[in-house]
């Protein structure tokens, strides 16, 4: 049967009313990005803000970062990333802009803005955007997917911990973990990676204080629930990793057996956490108590949270290691000085406390290694208002950038030590001299980052590498190089070389 005219008539009207409405829609939508357009160019004149170079002069009809995206994709799977990065700030400069699956994304490696954003600018930049959709199924209310006042809380609950290091590092069981790090080096200058032992070696470090308990990773009589557990915390970390580089596209895969990982990854951390906080409950001094104001289970469940956030930071300490016998392998001059000046300052007993800080020598190797391998190559903060970076537009690059709410400045630390002039003739080379004149504290020096988010347990892990490598060199003489391959990235947590470090120590 035919519809009524009046059917159609009223068919016809609500059809004009969808097309109106819908029209309407994209007129206001048009419109008001306009008008914001048209606003942000006023702010941006009136801070004197310019635009930074952008990569359209190689991807110019690339509307929606496709092909950007693709690209940086087959650079981050073939490992070339980082020397990638290097070649667009060559060419384009320190900051420049990119179309990135339709966001503009600003890079920069330039003193003053990695600065900016880290201090002078702190509070005008997050970082949980990024890294809290990654990171809160292993552990919602660890420091790295906080924010203001609920991070000030998080990092102030956690400082205690770190703040007494003569409390927090006992050195003999340094010493008895380096003993155990030694069992698995071969005799007489045979081949072996010290990559996977200095990680096994600062696991065991960092669970003894995280944990409570070492995971005793560098030992052949592992538990199988201890095994499980590392097994799970390098499945969390690796996929976190994958998700970061992947950006929306995480949304395509199963998340099933990540978060699997992560419930078995949490559930062992608060068996340990439970032991942890009945014990020092039980204790007869307040003092030691976690915090007597809350309920035992706010305990467990803080203490969960800070150990979590310390193993996922752990790899760190290894890089370092690593790094520092990758670049001594390559560098007989260096490996002679540094064992003269620890034996000359300690002789050939452990060091104690006291004469840590005697060994400069140490520290100039362990700060030009974090400088040219940084155990976080990349970091990325988040306007959370317009604001500026304070450098970077304009033809010269020396007029400020308009940065919207919401966009993503990424910070390169491996471009920022490696091309920047304040680190000296040849950055790119490994010359531990040059610290005589340098100050770690330099603004352009962020291997822990800088200000209030800078890595709170950094002159923790200053202190047990600075002992790990005398004791190496109060033991060995020479460090023969195998590695017949340059250092290959491999961005997870942190940043290893996807080759191993192939040495053998005499």
Same mark, same amino acid.
């Given at each position: 049967? /035919? !519809? %009524? &005219?009046? @059917?159609?008539? =009223?068919?016809?009207?609500?059809?004009?009313?969808? #097309?109106?409405? *819908?029209? $309407?829609?994209?007129?206001?939508?048009?419109?008001?990005?306009?008008?914001?357009?048209?606003?942000?160019?006023?702010?941006?004149?009136?801070?004197?803000?310019?635009?930074?170079?952008?990569?359209?002069?190689?991807?110019?009809?690339?509307?929606?970062?496709?092909?950007?995206?693709?690209?940086?994709?087959?650079?981050?799977?073939?490992?070339?990333?980082?020397?990638?990065?290097?070649?667009?700030?060559?060419?384009?400069?320190?900051?420049?802009?990119?179309?990135?699956?339709?966001?503009?994304?600003?890079?920069?490696?330039?003193?003053?803005?990695?600065?900016?954003?880290?201090?002078?600018?702190?509070?005008?930049? /997050? !970082? %949980? &955007?990024? @890294?809290?959709? =990654?990171?809160?199924?292993?552990?919602?209310?660890? #420091?790295?997917? *906080?924010? $203001?006042?609920?991070?000030?809380?998080?990092?102030?609950?956690?400082?205690?911990?770190?703040?007494?290091?003569?409390?927090?590092?006992?050195?003999?069981?340094?010493?008895?973990?380096?003993?155990?790090?030694?069992?698995?080096?071969?005799?007489?200058?045979?081949?072996?990676?010290?990559?996977?032992?200095?990680?096994?070696?600062?696991?065991?470090?960092?669970?003894?204080?995280?944990?409570?308990?070492?995971?005793?990773?560098?030992?052949?009589?592992?538990?199988?629930?201890?095994?499980?557990?590392?097994?799970?915390?390098?499945?969390?970390?690796?996929?976190?990793?994958?998700?970061?580089?992947?950006?929306?596209?995480?949304?395509?895969?199963?998340?099933?057996?990540?978060?699997?990982?992560?419930?078995?990854?949490?559930?062992?951390?608060?068996?340990?956490?439970?032991?942890?906080?009945?014990?020092?409950?039980?204790?007869?001094?307040?003092?030691?108590?976690?915090?007597?104001?809350?309920?035992?289970?706010?305990?467990?469940?803080?203490?969960?949270?800070?150990?979590?956030?310390?193993?996922?930071?752990?790899?760190?300490?290894?890089?370092?290691?690593?790094?520092?016998?990758?670049?001594?392998?390559?560098?007989?001059?260096?490996?002679?000085?540094?064992?003269?000046?620890?034996?000359?300052?300690?002789?050939?007993?452990?060091?104690?406390?006291?004469?840590?800080?005697?060994?400069?020598?140490?520290?100039?190797?362990?700060?030009?290694?974090?400088?040219?391998?940084?155990?976080?190559?990349?970091?990325?903060?988040?306007?959370?208002?317009?604001?500026?970076?304070?450098?970077?537009?304009?033809?010269?690059?020396?007029?400020?950038?308009?940065?919207?709410?919401?966009?993503?400045?990424?910070?390169?630390?491996?471009?920022?030590?490696?091309?920047?002039?304040?680190?000296?003739?040849?950055?790119?080379?490994?010359?531990?001299?040059?610290?005589?004149?340098?100050?770690?504290?330099?603004?352009?020096?962020?291997?822990?980052?800088?200000?209030?988010?800078?890595?709170?347990?950094?002159?923790?892990?200053?202190?047990?590498?600075?002992?790990?490598?005398?004791?190496?060199?109060?033991?060995?003489?020479?460090?023969?190089?195998?590695?017949?391959?340059?250092?290959?990235?491999?961005?997870?947590?942190?940043?290893?070389?996807?080759?191993?470090?192939?040495?053998?120590?005499?």
């Amino acid at each position: 049967m /035919e !519809s %009524s &005219p009046v @059917r159609r008539l =009223l068919d016809t009207i609500d059809q004009s009313f969808f #097309i109106i409405l *819908l029209s $309407g829609i994209v007129v206001y939508s048009f419109l008001r990005r306009a008008y914001s357009s048209r606003d942000l160019k006023i702010l941006a004149a009136s801070l004197g803000c310019e635009r930074p170079p952008t990569e359209s002069d190689r991807f110019r009809y690339d509307f929606f970062g496709i092909r950007k995206t693709l690209e940086l994709a087959s650079h981050f799977r073939n490992r070339t990333s980082l020397a990638y990065t290097d070649s667009l700030f060559k060419r384009y400069g320190e900051t420049f802009t990119s179309n990135v699956i339709g966001y503009r994304l600003i890079f920069t490696c330039n003193e003053d803005n990695t600065k900016h954003l880290l201090s002078t600018a702190f509070a005008d930049f /997050e !970082s %949980s &955007p990024l @890294r809290k959709p =990654l990171i809160e199924p292993i552990t919602p209310h660890g #420091i790295f997917t *906080l924010d $203001g006042a609920d991070w000030k809380t998080s990092r102030d609950q956690l400082r205690p911990r770190l703040s007494d290091l003569r409390k927090a590092i006992d050195l003999t069981i340094c010493e008895q973990h380096f003993q155990s790090f030694l069992k698995n080096v071969p005799s007489d200058g045979q081949i072996f990676d010290v990559q996977s032992q200095a990680h096994a070696l600062a696991l065991d470090l960092q669970t003894v204080f995280s944990l409570g308990e070492s995971v005793d990773a560098l030992s052949s009589t592992q538990s199988s629930e201890k095994n499980s557990f590392l097994v799970g915390l390098s499945k969390v970390k690796e996929r976190i990793v994958q998700d970061g580089f992947r950006g929306p596209l995480r949304h395509l895969s199963s998340k099933r057996p990540f978060l699997e990982s992560c419930r078995r990854t949490r559930e062992y951390v608060i068996r340990q956490a439970t032991q942890q906080v009945q014990k020092r409950n039980q204790m007869a001094g307040t003092s030691e108590k976690v915090d007597t104001c809350i309920s035992e289970h706010e305990q467990i469940s803080l203490f969960t949270d800070q150990a979590l956030s310390l193993l996922l930071a752990n790899d760190s300490m290894s890089t370092t290691l690593a790094s520092i016998m990758f670049c001594l392998s390559k560098d007989e001059r260096v490996v002679k000085k540094l064992r003269a000046s620890i034996i000359d300052a300690i002789g050939l007993t452990p060091p104690t406390w006291g004469q840590l800080g005697s060994l400069k020598y140490v520290r100039w190797v362990m700060n030009e290694a974090m400088r040219l391998f940084p155990a976080v190559v990349l970091n990325a903060r988040v306007a959370n208002k317009h604001a500026t970076l304070p450098t970077g537009g304009g033809e010269n690059g020396a007029c400020p950038v308009l940065i919207e709410k919401g966009e993503i400045v990424v910070f390169s630390t491996w471009s920022r030590h490696r091309l920047g002039k304040d680190f000296g003739e040849s950055p790119d080379k490994f010359y531990p001299e040059r610290w005589e004149k340098l100050s770690p504290d330099m603004p352009g020096f962020i291997p822990f980052n800088k200000g209030p988010r800078a890595c709170p347990g950094q002159n923790y892990a200053t202190i047990i590498i600075t002992y790990i490598v005398a004791r190496m060199f109060q033991t060995f003489s020479t460090v023969t190089d195998y590695n017949s391959m340059a250092w290959t990235e491999r961005i997870s947590m942190t940043f290893e070389n996807e080759n191993g470090v192939l040495i053998g120590l005499h």
